[in-house]
């Protein structure tokens, strides 16, 4: 590692004062600096500041420096979320990792992650090899000519199904950015991964309230059954009523550069009835738009059946 600066500002004011790399439970940040992928050369430990609280009064609200852990053990928590945290990684992650930093992790594309590789996402218009290379782990949609690499988090894609906002910090006041908007695809610049502004801070995540979401889930299939991230997966919300769907909420996640809302598929969804073969014909626009690789074509079509399998998830024993 190089050589940087390190201080704990106690206040949130102190830390938006000075420049520098937020670091809170650091499972991404001092991975990335050890193999030189970021070189901070100030680096502010932001623990201290008073970003924490779960409140399931009236919806969702999490702050930034929560432990993914405790947010997954807490009563009133969505399942779709609690389960999304549960099924991210290791327990001693878990009890490490903060929220905000879980939604700021970056891709673990390996070509990101090795520096002695081309990678548009580390060095604008070097290149992107995963394209030709060793593709299969990266997405199919949401891709542009100049990356294909997956978003990482699981926490994301079931915050997104739910419409949560993140409330941000800085120096110059506050603002709300929805979730879904807060990511960007990559396009031409795929080196801006969000909206997050310099000097800005997740103070707050906000998942508005719903009512239904108590029956939620998130599915996840991946290569070995722990601490490994998604081939794909799915956050499901329905709202059930005499065997019919009144309302959905689908996002997915594995295959897509963000994580990756599913409107045709909920709008599909809604007034059918509850059966498997409703949501075969609803998961069938899943995959809409895809572009797969030479070595991930296998997520289209394995897309369409986890969306199936988390909607099947929820509704048995009620169809």
Request: some cysteine; charged content about 25%.
């Amino acid at each position: 590692m190089r050589p940087f600066d390190l201080t704990e500002p106690a206040t949130v004011e102190a830390a938006l004062a000075e420049p520098g790399t937020f670091l809170a439970g650091g499972t991404t940040l001092v991975d990335l600096m050890k193999l030189n992928v970021l070189t901070p050369q100030h680096v502010l430990d932001i623990n201290a500041l008073p970003l924490r609280g779960i409140d399931t009064g009236d919806g969702l609200r999490i702050g930034a420096l929560e432990r993914m852990g405790d947010v997954a053990e807490h009563p009133g928590v969505y399942p779709a979320i609690s389960r999304a945290l549960l099924l991210s990684a290791s327990q001693q992650l878990r009890n490490m990792a903060s929220i905000g930093g879980n939604l700021l992790q970056r891709t673990r594309c390996t070509y990101f992650r090795d520096v002695a590789t081309p990678c548009n996402k580390r060095e604008p218009g070097s290149g992107c090899p995963a394209i030709s290379g060793a593709n299969r782990m990266h997405a199919v949609l949401g891709t542009s000519d100049a990356c294909v690499a997956t978003h990482a988090s699981d926490l994301a894609v079931a915050l997104v199904a739910l419409d949560a906002e993140v409330r941000l910090v800085s120096a110059t006041g506050e603002r709300t950015v929805k979730l879904a908007d807060f990511y960007r695809q990559p396009g031409g610049t795929p080196d801006v991964e969000n909206d997050l502004r310099d000097g800005e801070l997740i103070s707050e995540v906000v998942v508005p309230r719903l009512d239904w979401a108590s029956r939620s889930t998130y599915v996840k299939v991946r290569d070995r059954q722990s601490y490994e991230f998604a081939l794909c997966s799915a956050a499901v919300a329905l709202d059930v009523r005499d065997s019919r769907i009144a309302g959905a909420r689908v996002a997915v996640g594995g295959v897509a550069t963000v994580p990756w809302r599913l409107p045709a598929v909920e709008e599909a969804l809604r007034g059918a009835p509850a059966t498997e073969e409703s949501f075969e014909a609803a998961a069938s626009a899943a995959a809409d738009g895809a572009r797969p690789l030479s070595a991930n074509g296998f997520k289209v079509p394995l897309l369409k059946r986890t969306v199936v399998r988390a909607l099947l998830e929820l509704t048995e024993g009620s169809r």
